[in-house]
């Protein structure tokens, strides 16, 4: 489904990302794990094209969406991304968020959008909350309409990047049980985290970065028990 | 103390007839000044370099120059270039729509670089077209923040059309000046003139504070 080969990405004279490749399976959920500045996000960020890669190609369903030619526009209808900060638009109600893309991206009718927006919203348990304005909910809670507004558009893949780590501890939870519920449907994930025991627990396969390379990708309890590089070793020393 | 107000009564209904005349060219004028400097601000942020430049360029002229001269270019430069006899209205309108434009594109580029990045990669990462993004995402937010300092600028422009007064176009300023030398006495006709600007922009700056309150409703 997601083929990167030798992604690299520099900015300025910092090199980021140093060769990556890897692939993804549909239905696989890979989370990324690694120290900041490993260049976890970036990866992430350029499966969608947010950032654009210096080299290498990246394929989706078969697809080279590095490709100069290829509409970025079109290809990102199929992803969903969910970020750290949530990034809801302010301006508008929970269940407006939720509502905009399939109005104005897949020109739904207002009636149809606000079906999917309440049908989403009562999945991420957000019913209550449709006509509250972001800044009147938490941090927990603006990030499961945050993944409901991604949903919305029926994207194949979501990305998910790192979506706890600006949360209070005690909403934590929520989102990563709406994020397993998403697991068990089926999609196709790829989740930065710091969220060790649930990276262990929903996770099919384990990719490990450190300073743009790709030190390690094995499934998750080979990596949590017993980690090939020291600098996994020594990170989840650290970590856990 | 000579001051007789009771003499510039047979002249109120005249010089009040200029509050139409300027409310209609300075409405006309923020208007216009605000769709264009719109289209400015979004020039000067498009990666696009000739737009940005063309932006800019524009901008400097327009700042860089007095008012009145712009409207004196306009209304008597025209007529010498092009045979057109342009209309006293129509060169107020240009010059104040234009020069008010160089301003608010500034006011609204501020505004659009003060939204969070985080908004436009949520709505690229959704697919929505740069068009409705702007429009529906950032503008709006735009607009929020900028409201104040938009407010003054067409605080500003309305007194400042009394410039017009110059060109012969009958507005407030130039009514309460004819007033004046029939009279041979200037200070009620121009006071009453004072008045009457001091009430405008006040309804104005009312206005604005209401529009402030409602947008932020999502507060």
Known sequence: ?240 | MNLDFSQIVPYIPFILEGIGATLKFVSVSILAGFILGTILAIFKITEFWPLKTIADIYTSIFRGTPLILQLMIIYLAIPQLTGYDISAFLSAVLAFGLNSAAYVSEIIRAGIMAVDKGQTEAAKALGVPYRSMMLNIILPQAFKNILPALMNEFITLTKESALVSTIGYLDLMRRAQIAGADLYRNFEPLFFAGVIYWVMVTILTLAGRYVERRMRQSD
């Open chain 1, 1 to 240: 489904m997601i083929k990167a080969d030798n992604i690299t990405k520099v900015f300025g004279k910092n090199e980021v990302l140093k060769g990556i490749s890897t692939t993804v399976g549909k239905g696989e959920v890979v989370t990324i794990i690694g120290p900041s500045g490993s260049g976890k996000s970036t990866f992430l960020r350029c499966l969608n094209l947010l950032e654009e890669p210096t080299s290498g190609q990246i394929y989706i369903n078969d697809e080279e969406i590095t490709s100069p030619r290829v509409n970025k526009m079109e290809i990102r209808k199929n992803i969903g991304m969910v970020f750290q900060h949530f990034h809801l638009f302010p301006h508008m109600t929970a269940l407006e968020n939720v509502m905009y893309a399939p109005q104005k991206v897949k020109g739904l009718s207002k009636k149809e959008a606000e079906q999917i927006g309440k049908n989403l919203l009562a999945r991420v348990g957000m019913t209550d909350k449709e006509k509250a304005y972001p800044n009147r909910l938490s941090g927990g809670q603006k990030q499961r309409v945050a993944i409901a507004r991604a949903l919305a558009m029926e994207p194949e893949i979501m990305l998910f990047d790192e979506p706890t780590s600006a949360l209070d501890p005690e909403m934590v939870k929520e989102v990563l049980d709406v994020m397993k519920g998403l697991t068990e449907t089926g999609m196709t994930m790829v989740i930065v985290t710091h969220e060790m025991n649930f990276a262990k627990e929903v996770a099919d396969k384990v990719l490990f970065l450190d300073d743009g390379v790709l030190l390690e990708e094995t499934e998750p309890n080979a990596f949590f028990t017993n980690p090939s590089t020291e600098r996994a070793q020594s990170f989840l020393e650290k970590v856990l």
